[in-house]
C-alpha cells in the first residue's frame, strides 16, 4: 500500500485517509497529485482536520468527492466512472450562440464531460435562429461547425415545414379557407428558395371559391330583407299580441324569482344554523342584506359569536383555570370554544396539581442538572459502546418509583380488552410486569397519559442513566463493588423476579434500578460488537451523543438509524457486568422476554 503524508500546519490536528478504488488510478488531494494506488488501495496520512476535494483518475475515467475529516482515521471509497466527450462549437458568424442542456455558450466555445448520448442544441444569431441534433461520445472530441451555408439551408428546412404545414390547412367553412389563403399569400410573397407551384393553384382555386360564395351570401341577406318588409305588416298585430303575453310572463316571472330568492334564503340560514359558523352568518347576510327573512336572528348570533370570541381571547390571555371556568359557566353548551376551553383547563389543573399526582402515582421528581454519561473512571471496561463518556444536560423530569407491576398492567389489559401477559410463573400483583415489548410498554404509557393528562412515556437512555447514578458516578448506584442488597442479579435468587422494592432504593428513592429486570428506553440501539451482515446491527447509538461539544447534549434522544432498542439495568439473570450504571443493552422493539420490563417517566407540564 502507498503511503503519501502532508505537511502539517502548527496547531492542528490531522488524521489518515485510507482510500479504496474500483480500479488503480492516480490520487489526488485539494488539487495537489498525492499518488497512485497499488492494488486499489492508498493512504494518506497527515491530513488536517476540516472540509477537503479528493480525486481518482486515469486517462479515461475520473471521479471526485469532497469529504469533511474530523476523526482520526477515516475510510473512503472512490467508484471512478468513465470520462464523458467534449463538443466543441466552431463558427465563421460573428455574435452567434449556442443553447444546450439548459446553459447558453458563445462561439467558439469547448464544453467538457458532456455524458454519451444525443443533445438537442439550438442555435441562433442576428436574425437568425434554429435547432439541430448533436451526437456525444465518451472519451472523443465532437466538433461542430456554425457556416452561413449551414444556417441558409436550416432556414430553407423550417421554410419548407412551414409550407407543408399550410398546405395541410383545413378547408372546411369559409373562414378556414380565408386563413389558409393568409397564409399562402404571406408564404407566396416571401418565399422563392422551393417549388410553389402547388401552393399558387391552391391559392388561386380558393380566390375564385371564396369570391363566389361571399356573393351568394350577399344575394341571399338582400332577399331576406326584402322579404321581412313584406311580412312586416302582416306580423304587426302578432307582434302586439307577444308584447302583451311577453308581460304576464315578465309579471310570473318576478314572482317566481321572488319564490327561489325564498327558498334560497331559508337554505342558506338553514345551512349557517347547522354550522354554528360565524362565516356562514356573514354570508347569509352579505347574500341577502336587509332583505333577509332572518336578518335579526342572524344578527344576535353574530353578536353572541364576537362576545364569546372575546372572551375566550381574554381567557387565554391571563391563563388561569378560574378565567376558563367563567368562560365555561358562561356560555355552557353553547361556547363556540368549548373543546379547546376543556383541554386548557385540564392541562392548568394538571400543571397545578402535579405535587399531588406524583405522590398519588408513586413518581419521583428527578432535578435537572449535567453528567458524564457513559464509563465511569473506576470501570476497567473496553466495551466500546459506553466510552469515552459524553457530558450530557438534562431537564427536570419524573420518573416511576418502581418498575410496572402487574396489577398497574393488568388494569390496562382489562380497561383495554388486551389479553393479559403471562408471568412466567414468576408471580404477579406487585412483581415487575415481564415479557412485555417496547411497542406494549408505549400502548401503555398512551393508556396512561389519557387517563392522567400528563405526558407519560418511556425515558431516554440519558434520562434513566442520570436518574440511576443520582449524581454519583461510581461503577454501581450504591459504590464500586456490587451488593445484593440493593440488587437482584444473578448471583443471588437466580431463575425469577422478586417483587418492587425488595432491594434498597438509590438516593433520589428509585427501586430496582439495577437487576431485577431489563427496562425499556425511548431510544434506538446499535450494538458496535455484532456487526453482522445486517447494516441494522452496525454502529452504536452511544456514538450519537459523541457528535455534540460539552454542555451542547441536552435531553438526548437517539432516533435516527437501527431497529433495535435500549434496554438498561440487567435483570435477575445478569452477571455483576450487565448491572453496571453503564451497562447498555438492545433488543428488538416487538421482542418479549421474562427478564425485560419497564417503567414510566412523566415530562414536566409546562
Given at each position: 500500500m502507498n503511503d503519501a503524508t502532508g505537511q502539517n500546519p502548527a496547531g492542528r490536528r490531522t488524521g489518515t485517509i485510507h482510500v479504496t478504488t474500483n480500479m488503480n488510478c492516480s490520487i489526488s488531494l485539494d488539487g495537489k497529485e498525492a499518488g497512485l494506488t497499488e492494488d486499489a488501495t492508498f493512504t494518506l496520512r497527515n491530513v488536517p482536520f476540516g472540509r477537503h476535494l479528493l480525486e481518482g483518475a486515469t486517462h479515461r475515467h475520473l471521479v471526485t468527492k469532497e469529504i469533511f475529516l474530523s476523526l482520526p482515521e477515516l475510510n473512503i471509497r472512490l467508484v471512478l466512472?468513465?470520462?464523458?466527450g467534449t463538443l466543441v462549437l466552431e463558427t465563421e458568424i460573428e455574435g452567434c450562440r449556442v443553447g444546450i442542456e439548459g446553459e447558453n455558450y458563445p462561439c467558439p466555445a469547448t464544453i467538457n464531460n458532456l455524458k454519451r448520448g444525443v443533445y438537442p442544441i439550438t442555435v441562433s444569431g442576428e436574425g437568425f435562429q434554429y435547432t439541430d441534433k448533436v451526437r456525444i461520445q465518451n472519451n472523443q472530441i465532437t466538433p461542430y461547425r456554425i457556416t452561413e451555408q449551414v444556417v441558409k439551408e436550416k432556414e430553407t428546412e423550417a421554410a419548407k415545414r412551414n409550407y407543408k404545414h399550410v398546405l395541410e390547412m383545413p378547408e372546411t367553412t369559409l373562414r378556414d379557407r380565408k386563413r389558409k389563403v393568409s397564409a399562402l399569400e404571406e408564404i407566396l410573397a416571401n418565399e422563392n428558395r422551393f417549388e410553389l407551384t402547388k401552393g399558387i393553384e391552391i391559392h388561386r382555386h380558393l380566390m375564385q371559391n371564396i369570391r363566389q360564395e361571399e356573393f351568394a351570401k350577399e344575394t341571399m341577406s338582400k332577399a331576406i330583407a326584402v322579404?321581412?318588409?313584406?311580412?312586416?305588416?302582416?306580423?304587426?298585430?302578432?307582434?302586439?299580441?307577444?308584447?302583451?303575453?311577453?308581460?304576464?310572463v315578465a309579471g310570473t316571472s318576478i314572482l317566481v324569482i321572488q319564490s327561489n330568492r325564498n327558498r334560497d334564503d331559508e337554505k342558506t340560514y338553514s345551512k349557517a344554523l347547522q354550522s354554528g359558523n360565524p362565516a356562514d352568518y356573514d354570508t347569509y347576510l352579505e347574500l341577502f342584506g336587509k332583505n333577509a327573512r332572518h336578518f335579526q336572528a342572524a344578527h344576535t348570533f353574530l353578536d353572541k359569536a364576537n362576545q364569546d370570541d372575546r372572551m375566550f381571547a381574554k381567557a387565554k390571555l391571563k391563563n388561569t383555570p378560574a378565567a376558563f371556568e367563567d368562560y365555561l359557566n358562561t356560555f355552557r353548551e353553547q361556547a363556540r370554544h368549548r373543546r379547546e376551553a376543556e383541554t386548557m383547563l385540564r392541562k392548568l389543573k394538571v400543571k397545578q396539581d402535579f405535587p399531588d399526582t406524583l405522590k398519588k402515582m408513586g413518581l419521583v421528581l428527578v432535578p435537572g442538572g449535567s453528567y458524564f454519561m457513559g464509563a465511569s473512571p473506576a470501570e476497567n471496561s473496553a466495551k466500546a459502546d459506553n466510552l469515552p463518556p459524553v457530558w450530557v444536560k438534562i431537564h427536570p423530569f419524573a420518573i416511576g418509583k418502581y418498575e410496572v407491576t402487574f396489577d398497574e398492567y393488568d388494569t390496562f389489559c382489562r380497561e383495554t380488552g388486551r389479553s393479559?401477559?403471562?408471568?412466567?410463573?414468576?408471580?404477579?400483583?406487585?412483581?415487575?410486569?415481564?415479557?412485555?415489548?417496547?411497542?406494549?410498554?408505549?400502548?401503555?404509557?398512551?393508556?396512561?397519559?389519557?387517563?392522567?393528562?400528563?405526558?407519560?412515556?418511556l425515558p431516554s437512555e440519558s434520562e434513566w442513566e442520570f436518574a440511576c447514578r443520582a449524581r454519583r458516578m461510581s461503577i454501581f448506584f450504591w459504590g464500586n463493588e456490587m451488593d445484593h442488597a440493593y440488587c437482584v442479579s444473578g448471583r443471588k435468587k437466580r431463575g425469577r423476579t422478586r417483587p418492587v422494592g425488595s432491594t434498597e432504593p438509590n438516593s433520589l428513592g428509585l427501586y430496582d434500578m439495577s437487576g431485577n429486570v431489563y427496562e425499556w428506553c425511548q431510544d434506538q440501539y446499535q450494538d458496535p460488537l455484532s456487526p453482522g451482515k445486517d447494516e441494522k446491527y452496525r454502529g452504536s447509538s452511544y456514538q450519537f451523543f459523541q457528535k455534540y461539544d460539552k454542555n451542547q447534549s441536552q435531553n438526548p434522544v437517539f432516533n435516527a438509524w437501527g431497529n433495535r432498542r435500549v434496554i438498561r439495568g440487567g435483570s435477575y439473570r445478569s452477571s455483576d457486568f450487565s448491572c453496571r450504571s453503564s451497562h447498555r443493552a438492545g433488543a428488538l422493539p416487538e421482542t418479549k422476554r421474562s427478564d425485560i420490563g419497564f417503567r414510566i417517566a412523566v415530562t414536566i407540564p409546562q
Open positions: 466512472e468513465e470520462r464523458g322579404e321581412k318588409i313584406k311580412k312586416k305588416r302582416k306580423y304587426g298585430l302578432i307582434l302586439s299580441i307577444l308584447a302583451i303575453i311577453l308581460v304576464i393479559p401477559v403471562n408471568d412466567s410463573r414468576f408471580g404477579r400483583e406487585k412483581h415487575p410486569v415481564i415479557n412485555v415489548s417496547w411497542n406494549d410498554a408505549n400502548a401503555y404509557c398512551s393508556w396512561l397519559s389519557e387517563k392522567t393528562g400528563l405526558l407519560i412515556r
